[in-house]
């Protein structure tokens, strides 16, 4: 993923979370990229879904 | 922690080909294909190891060519010699304390002016050092024509151009390793006053250090805190003389030290690469660049971000969300069909008054919690979500910083408080989480007290923005209002709290026409997050303020407040909307508009609550992460300040509205 404010891009595994301590206890889906700790929001399983049923049928495929 | 991991090997494990071996460093930006033309040069059998003290890897691998042995280091990703994160400082130790033989630059063809900065930094510390222009076949296949030699030649370092990953220029990259001789980088002068200024820093350093005496300098200047104490080990009793010096030329250069060298160092590659790099007419300065030119200059910035946030924020989220969304969604939906049918519903259904009550009375669960959730706060946030994500993927966010990081200086703060300043506008509680990335304690206090402040929230903002939207004039109070507070205490805080200001440097990325793919994504992501979280909420406040209903502590409540709002000049009711204020911001914003719509405040009335509302106490779940972030003094601190401030300023307002008449 691509941080919006930086232009770093990162995978999930090296975002920053920061949720030890949070009120929101990891509900709210944000990970925050790890140079510049601005909060992008995490891709919906929803949209995970879809992307994967469109990707289906258009016969796009992930990149390995 | 450190450990060790090796790739599977077939022929067991194999003595370190290392020792002995000339050390070979890859530097660059993230993403410019360093570790691609790391795997080429090394093969399969790699070490990967925790730097020491950190936890950022470093993998090192080893290339055997024309009978020589190299130790291959991949470096984390660097911007800067001047390091922000932790990858980059480690990414700079190496260069300093595994003193490489050779350090391979590697940058993006289609970035070259943007990333030939770096490969300045580099020769200038007088680091062995080469060039790899790697994604060449990318850059041709826009257009783009780069002269390696010419460029060789004006750096005075071997220059090669490649596309590692498609394996064109990896037998140059190896032959130039082999008969690689360190040789002096032919540089361009900077300016005369910071030649000046480095050559009178440089003057007094008798140390030695792994970097340059100019970079060291330079790096001094820019207050670099691992070569202030290299060089106050190194310069031992001399220190203090040099220490004094910095602080007079830091000092007289506080305002745009760090801008002004970037551009500098812009302007040299830009000289450089004049005939090196050539790219088709069009996409020499593209529609985007202007863009993102006029956003950065205060001249157009300014009034360029005024125009975004009178369409965006206000035509699209205040007119259209919170206005004709709203209208339909809760006047429509809601009072006209939904809340008469599950009232009598319910009051079929259950026999008992404080049960009824509990679901469908005055502040009941569905007629006030899910009616404010859905009916009012939802179409709201999906709006200003909408709009948000439009500006965040078009990248105009980090313009925004660097246009307000002059003003934000004088407020105690820099460019990069605009990340949780923006955030804040989403949500303030864990934009105030955020504030723990700014650099020193101070900034992170300034900051969670603004937020706490003078920030509203989404939905705040939203239904805010609809009830003045009918106003213009309230509008233009309160956002006066708003704007002089948070310029006023944020200066005042910078005063009363001890510190130096703060730094802030970035490279930019490009601006971009939006994806709707990426824009209705983070929309619906922010929205889930932001329902999930307040439908509970708002019941729970239900529930509450259903409890104190019945006990009348509510009433009791709203009694004293009705007495605190009287002295403001407004009518006793809107001590409702204060105490909802107390669960949410947005809570008590919408308790706002429903006594707006019942008619209760005149314009004047309107403007003193709008501000008092904004500015008063933030909600619990802020104050909890204001507490954590910034401990419970100053979390109580804040609350308190920011209460006496909310209503001091309501009941001035309210007199000076009474005298001026104007509303």
């Given amino acids: 993923m691509r941080c919006d404010f930086c232009g770093h891009e990162f995978s999930v595994e090296e975002a920053n979370t920061g949720c030890r301590g949070c009120p929101f206890g990891g509900n709210c889906h944000m990970l925050k990229c790890p140079r510049c700790n601005y ?26 | ?79 800067s010699l001047l390091p922000m994160t932790e990858e980059e400082r480690v990414a700079r130790e190496i260069l300093l304390k ?45 257009g783009i024509d780069i002269d390696v030699a010419l460029l060789a030649e004006r750096l005075g370092v071997p220059v090669i151009g490649a596309a590692v990953a498609k394996k064109r220029g990896l037998t140059e990259i190896r032959h130039n390793i082999a008969h690689y001789t360190p040789r002096k980088a032919k540089l361009p002068a900077y300016s005369a006053w910071l030649e000046k200024d480095i050559a009178d820093v440089a003057s007094l350093l008798g140390g030695e250090y792994a970097l340059d005496r100019k970079a060291t300098a330079l790096l001094l200047l820019q207050r670099d805190q691992t070569m202030m104490e290299m060089v106050a080990a190194g310069e031992g009793e ?17 305002e745009s030290f760090h801008l002004d060298l970037s551009v500098e160092r812009k302007g040299i590659a830009k000289a450089l690469l004049e005939g090196v790099f050539r790219a088709p007419e069009e996409s020499r300065i593209s529609m985007s660049e202007r863009i993102s030119t006029l956003a950065v200059r205060p001249w157009t910035g300014i009034p360029l971000l005024l125009l975004v946030l009178y ?87 980090p313009r925004l910083a660097l246009l307000v990081d002059r003003l934000f200086k004088k407020i105690g703060l820099s460019g990069r408080a605009v990340i949780p300043m923006v955030l804040g506008f989403g949500c303030d509680t864990m934009a105030t989480m955020v504030t723990r990335t700014l650099e020193t304690v101070r900034e992170r206090i300034i900051a ?33 209002c708003l704007v002089i507070i948070f310029l006023v205490v944020g200066y005042l805080a910078s005063l009363v709290l001890p510190g130096s200001a703060p ?71 809107t001590a409702v909307a204060f105490i909802f204020g107390f669960f949410r911001r947005d809570y008590g914003a919408a308790g706002l508009y429903d006594l707006q719509t019942k008619g209760l405040l005149n314009p004047r009335q309107l403007a003193v609550a709008a501000v008092t509302l904004t500015l008063f106490i933030p909600c619990v779940a802020q104050f909890l992460i204001m507490k954590k972030e910034r401990g419970a003094k100053v979390a109580l601190a804040i609350g308190l300040f920011v209460t006496t401030i909310a209503f001091g300023t309501g009941y001035l307002l309210n007199k000076i509205l009474l005298a001026a008449g104007t509303l």
């Fill in chain 1, 39 to 64: 909060e992008v929001p995490k891709e919906p399983a929803l949209i995970r879904k879809l992307k994967k049923i469109f990707g289906k049928f258009t016969g796009v495929k992930k990149e390995q």
């Fill in chain 2, 98 to 142: 595994d003193s490489p033989d050779l350090i391979i630059h590697v940058i993006d063809a289609r970035n070259t002016e943007r990333m030939l900065s770096m490969t300045l930094q580099l020769a200038e510390a007088g680091l062995p050092l080469m060039l790899v222009v790697n994604m060449m076949d990318e850059a041709e296949r826009l």
């Fill in chain 2, 448 to 480: 969670t007290l603004l937020l706490a402040l003078a920030i509203p929230c989404s939905a705040q903002l939203g239904i805010i923005m609809a009830l003045l939207s009918q106003y213009p004039r309230v509008l233009l109070v309160w956002l006066a």
């Fill in chain 2, 1 to 79: 922690m450190s450990f060790l991991k090796r790739k599977s090997s077939c022929h067991g494990p194999q003595p370190d080909a290392s020792c002995g071996a000339k050390k070979v460093a890859l530097v660059g930006n993230p993403n410019v294909g360093k570790s691609v033309l790391f795997n080429a040069l090394t093969g399969a059998y790699v070490t990967v190891s925790n730097y020491p003290g950190t936890s950022v890897e470093v993998t090192r691998g080893t290339m055997v060519t024309e009978g020589q042995s190299y130790e291959i280091i991949d470096t984390p990703g660097m911007y």
């Fill in chain 2, 311 to 397: 369409f965006g924020l206000y035509q699209f989220v205040g007119v259209f969300g919170a206005g004709t969304l709203v209208d339909y969604l809760e006047e429509g939906f809601f009072e006209g069909h939904f809340n008469p049918w599950i009232t009598v519903l319910i009051k079929d259904l259950i026999p008992w008054w404080a049960i009824q009550e509990l679901f469908v009375g005055e502040y009941g669960i569905i007629t006030l919690g899910f009616r404010y959730a859905v009916g009012i706060i939802l179409p709201i946030v999906a709006t200003f979500f909408l709009f948000f994500s439009l500006l965040e993927d078009s990248g105009y966010f």
């Fill in chain 2, 238 to 254: 001399n220190y203090p003389v040099v220490e004094a010096l910095l602080k007079e030329k830091t000092f007289m250069r506080r």
């Fill in chain 2, 503 to 573: 730094i802030f440097y970035m490279e930019l990325p490009p601006m971009r026409l939006p994806q709707l793919s990426n824009i209705l994504t983070k929309t619906y992501s922010r929205m889930q997050w932001y329902f999930v979280e307040i439908l509970p909420l708002f019941i729970l406040a239900s529930v509450l303020l259903w409890i104190g209903k019945l006990t009348h502590i509510f009433d009791m409540m709203a009694e004293e407040g009705g007495k605190v709002m009287l002295i403001l000049g407004l009518p006793k009711e």
